[in-house]
């Protein structure tokens, strides 16, 4: 679910978004009402209120939409929102659990106030320590933040300290994200006048071999590239693409996965909002994943995991022997020791999680 409002634009994002307007916000929801209602109501899983800047929208706003989703999709096991730490207002937790949400997704990025401005955010330290309170004191099950390593001007020491607050803030799930650069976006002009201000792959990984070691000596447990978890605490949203399962999408930009068909409707803002309210299809791309290309997109997501790719489960999903099928891959990569292999798994090693890009397109691009 797609909300693409913010009060401000990071100058990082290239995702669909708008500065936020009440008149425009307003009518986006109505859109997505439209959209919601047309679709038939199947039982869901999860759902996943991102953004854009979610809590953009009063708590008022997104009970009424969580409202919508159960009485269309049914009781789901799981519901998160995306959240801006200094818009929260102090009774939006409580509201948020009386509407079924049990998962907040809490954008830090980072702890240092340096960084936290050259990534164009605009909230405090205090203001992150002062939503997990929130959260918790409403009773809300669990409780997630995102950091970013390699933003320019950070170090080594600066990393280390944002991952050891949100340790100490003992919350039940990190997110790890490596900065990317996105063309069309500030931080692309910037790096092209500026590349020695950007990290290098060498730097970068030193960054994400320490949020390994710190968090894994916490007690989290890195179930995927990116995400680390205290027990039960595993995004079950988010494991379903890894899953390469089913997913619908809402809103401006939104990507679903159904049936073997992907999905991204229109990033043009009023085009999304006419067609929807006019109950006209919504213009998007579509392709139709099959055979060989279905497959090595699903090892993709699969290898992502700790888990890795269960063989058997496989063969039977798609009909393909992994093994025999993809052999020179497997055989360079477990050479290499970028892989590794048990009788009915074959997931990447340690050190092939730091080279996940490579080996991933490999079976991706395999004919």
């Given at each position: 679910m797609h909300l693409p409002f913010c009060p401000y634009i990071c100058p990082y994002c290239d995702f669909a978004?708008?500065?936020?307007?009440?008149?425009?916000?307003?009518?986006?929801?109505?859109?997505?009402?439209?959209?919601?209602?047309?679709?038939?109501?199947?039982?869901?899983?999860?759902?996943?209120?991102?953004?854009?800047?979610?809590?953009?929208?009063?708590?008022?706003?997104?009970?009424?939409?969580?409202?919508?989703?159960?009485?269309?999709f049914g009781d789901f096991e799981e519901i998160s929102i995306e959240l801006n730490p200094e818009l929260i207002r102090p009774d939006d937790f409580e509201r948020y659990r009386a509407a079924g949400i049990t998962r907040l997704s809490i954008g830090v990025q980072s702890f240092e106030a340096g960084e936290i401005e050259t990534l164009g955010r605009k909230h405090t330290p205090e203001q992150i320590e002062r939503a997990v309170a929130l959260g918790r004191a409403a009773g809300v099950p669990s409780i997630s933040i995102d950091l970013m390593f390699a933003v320019p001007g950070q170090t080594p020491a600066s990393w280390r300290r944002s991952l050891e607050r949100a340790i100490a803030l003992d919350v039940d799930h990190l997110s790890t994200y490596g900065l990317t650069v996105e063309a069309g976006t500030p931080y692309a002009d910037w790096h092209a006048r500026q590349p020695s201000a950007f990290?290098?792959?060498?730097?970068?990984?030193?960054?994400?071999?320490?949020?390994?070691?710190?968090?894994?000596?916490?007690?989290?447990?890195?179930?995927?590239?990116?995400?680390?978890?205290?027990?039960?605490?595993?995004?079950?949203?988010?494991?379903?693409y890894w899953a390469n399962g089913d997913y619908l999408?809402?809103?401006?930009g939104a990507a679903a996965y159904r049936d073997g068909v992907r999905s991204v409707h229109t990033r043009s803002l009023g085009?999304?909002?006419?067609?929807?309210?006019?109950?006209?299809?919504?213009?998007?791309?579509?392709?139709?994943?099959?055979?060989?290309?279905?497959?090595?997109?699903?090892?993709?997501?699969?290898?992502?995991?700790?888990?890795?790719?269960?063989?058997?489960?496989?063969?039977?999903?798609?009909?393909?022997?992994?093994?025999?099928?993809?052999?020179?891959?497997?055989?360079?990569?477990?050479?290499?020791?970028?892989?590794?292999?048990?009788e009915d798994c074959m997931r990447l090693t340690e050190r092939g999680r730091f080279l996940a890009n490579d080996v991933c397109g490999a079976f991706v691009t395999f004919d």
């Amino acid at each position: 679910m797609h909300l693409p409002f913010c009060p401000y634009i990071c100058p990082y994002c290239d995702f669909a978004k708008w500065p936020l307007r009440a008149s425009s916000a307003a009518r986006y929801l109505k859109a997505l009402y439209a959209e919601i209602d047309r679709e038939p109501g199947v039982p869901a899983a999860t759902a996943f209120l991102g953004g854009g800047t979610p809590n953009a929208y009063d708590a008022a706003d997104v009970t009424e939409l969580v409202g919508r989703l159960r009485a269309r999709f049914g009781d789901f096991e799981e519901i998160s929102i995306e959240l801006n730490p200094e818009l929260i207002r102090p009774d939006d937790f409580e509201r948020y659990r009386a509407a079924g949400i049990t998962r907040l997704s809490i954008g830090v990025q980072s702890f240092e106030a340096g960084e936290i401005e050259t990534l164009g955010r605009k909230h405090t330290p205090e203001q992150i320590e002062r939503a997990v309170a929130l959260g918790r004191a409403a009773g809300v099950p669990s409780i997630s933040i995102d950091l970013m390593f390699a933003v320019p001007g950070q170090t080594p020491a600066s990393w280390r300290r944002s991952l050891e607050r949100a340790i100490a803030l003992d919350v039940d799930h990190l997110s790890t994200y490596g900065l990317t650069v996105e063309a069309g976006t500030p931080y692309a002009d910037w790096h092209a006048r500026q590349p020695s201000a950007f990290f290098d792959d060498t730097a970068e990984a030193e960054l994400y071999a320490m949020a390994i070691d710190a968090l894994k000596s916490a007690g989290y447990e890195h179930y995927e590239i990116s995400n680390f978890a205290r027990s039960g605490h595993a995004c079950k949203h988010n494991a379903n693409y890894w899953a390469n399962g089913d997913y619908l999408g809402f809103g401006v930009g939104a990507a679903a996965y159904r049936d073997g068909v992907r999905s991204v409707h229109t990033r043009s803002l009023g085009t999304y909002i006419e067609a929807a309210l006019e109950n006209r299809p919504i213009p998007s791309d579509a392709e139709r994943l099959e055979g060989r290309k279905r497959a090595g997109e699903a090892i993709m997501l699969a290898l992502r995991t700790a888990q890795g790719v269960g063989l058997g489960d496989f063969k039977r999903r798609y009909d393909i022997d992994v093994v025999r099928h993809y052999a020179p891959v497997v055989s360079r990569f477990t050479e290499a020791g970028l892989l590794e292999r048990t009788e009915d798994c074959m997931r990447l090693t340690e050190r092939g999680r730091f080279l996940a890009n490579d080996v991933c397109g490999a079976f991706v691009t395999f004919d």
